[in-house]
Structures are given as C-alpha cells and as structure tokens.
C-alpha cells in the first residue's frame, strides 16, 4: 500500500521566508483564527491579496482584504479550480475543509460514506479525539498551544523537549486494515497560521478517484496537530452506466 504523499508534504519549502512566491490568500472563516490570519499575512506582507470568507459579516474588508460573506464550504467548491487565482488557502472554521470540499466534489456522483473509527485504530493516532462518525481530532499535545507557535522543526515551542514525528509523516505512514491514508499537510505560514496549497486540493481529489473502491483515510496535519477522516465511496445508481 502506497499512501498519497506530495512533494509539498515531503518538502520544507521556503523555511527561511514561508511567503515567498505568495501573494494571493483565501482564508476560510473571519472569527479568531481567520482574523489572526489576517492581521499575520497583512503584517508580514501588505501588498498581499486577502479575500476572508465567512456566513456572518465582517468588518475585515478593507485595503488588500476583500470580505465576503457566503458559506466558506461553499464558496470554495464554487471558486477552487485548477486555475483559480490564488497562492495558498487558510482554513479558519471548526470543520475539516478539505474533506468537506472533496465531499462537494464528489457528491454529484457517490454517496460518502463514513467509516466508525474501531478503538484500536484510535489508539495508534496522538491523543485522539472522536468527532462526527469517522473522524477524529489527533495531536502530539496534550495541552494548548499557544496561537503564536513558530513550529519549530526539532524543538516543541511549549515543553522545550523534541519534537515527535511530523504528525503528517505519522498519519501517513499508517497501516489501517488496509485504508489507504491521504494526507495533506497544513504548512506553516506564519506562527499561528497554516494554509494548503490550492493543488493539493486536486492530488487529494484525484488519489480518491483513483482508489475508488477502496476504504479511505483523508487527513489534514501540520506537524503537531490534524483531523482525519475515515470512508468509503459508494456510486451513485444515476451515474452508473
């Protein structure tokens, strides 16, 4: 079993300036985190574009930042393309965006169906969590960290000790009964700030289509903390034949 793993996940890519290259954002929700994210990347880079989308309104648009208020689901399974004009989405809201968008995607043609989590699996995950039927929240921490966290590659910011694994590296080098793991990996922006790479929305969409028939795990880690999902894909009888 090979699991999904992008030269995005694999790489450190721009360590000395993680903005470099990086002049359009998509952040996903306008509460406490979407609003860190904006003061962060505008701080940092204040030519950047920043367009914030989030179901209530919000004062966040002005200059560079366009505010749109709109389902941040289902603005980004409307706007995310191939092409899409932007360098880096942040999800900012308490649900798993990149499942929910591959969900989008593919619901014209298959039901999704989650997986329960059997305890023995959850125990191989960092201080797992349960969420919704087939998810899970994991971490190497067990306590809260602080939302100004460099993520330091050897050294946790909050114990002084070394760091663990790369939680992303661990998920997808699980062996679940023969799941295949999809991991996608939440990369450090700023501190406090993760974002994904617009294409690996699409590797995600295209290893799913690919191991249709197979029992999936799709996860979004950064190096400490994720969630995954557990499921199956069920073709609809519409679009058989």
């Given at each position: 079993?090979?699991?999904f ?10 360590q ?14 306008a ?9 962060r990347?505008?701080?940092k ?9 989030d179901k ?28 899409a004009?932007?360098?880096?989405v942040?999800p ?22 989650p ?16 969420g919704?039927?087939g998810?899970a929240?994991?971490?190497?921490a ?12 050897t ?5 002084g000790?070394?760091?663990?694994m ?21 990369h ?8 994904i ?8 969409l295209y ?5 249709r ?7 979004t ?5 994720g ?7 069920e073709?609809?009888?519409?679009s058989?034949?």
């Open positions: 079993m090979t699991p793993l992008s030269n995005a996940m694999t790489k450190d890519k721009r000395s300036d993680p903005l470099k290259g990086l002049e359009r954002f998509w952040i996903i929700g509460g406490r985190f979407g609003q860190i994210a904006v003061e990347i505008r701080r880079k204040a030519d950047a574009a920043v367009t914030v989308v209530e309104s919000t004062d966040l648009g002005h200059g560079n930042v366009s505010a749109i208020q709109q389902d941040g689901i289902q603005w980004l399974a409307a706007k995310l393309q191939p092409k004009p932007v360098d880096m942040v900012a809201i308490p649900v798993h965006v990149a499942y929910e968008w591959l969900k989008s995607n593919l619901s014209e043609r298959y039901k999704i169906n997986i329960d989590i059997p305890d023995k699996w959850l125990a191989r995950m960092p201080n797992a969590m349960r919704a039927v998810q929240y994991v971490s190497h067990d306590f809260i960290c602080p939302d100004n966290c460099p993520e330091p590659k050294i946790c910011t909050h114990t000790k070394p760091r663990p790369d939680l992303f590296r661990l998920l997808a080098g699980l062996d679940f009964d023969d799941v295949l793991p999809i991991v996608i990996r939440s450090q922006l700023l501190p406090g700030v993760g974002g790479y617009p294409g690996e929305f699409f590797d995600a290893t799913v289509c690919s191991n028939q197979r029992a999936l795990m799709i996860a880690a950064c190096r400490c903390h969630v995954v999902d557990f499921f199956r894909l073709e609809r009888a519409s058989v034949g």
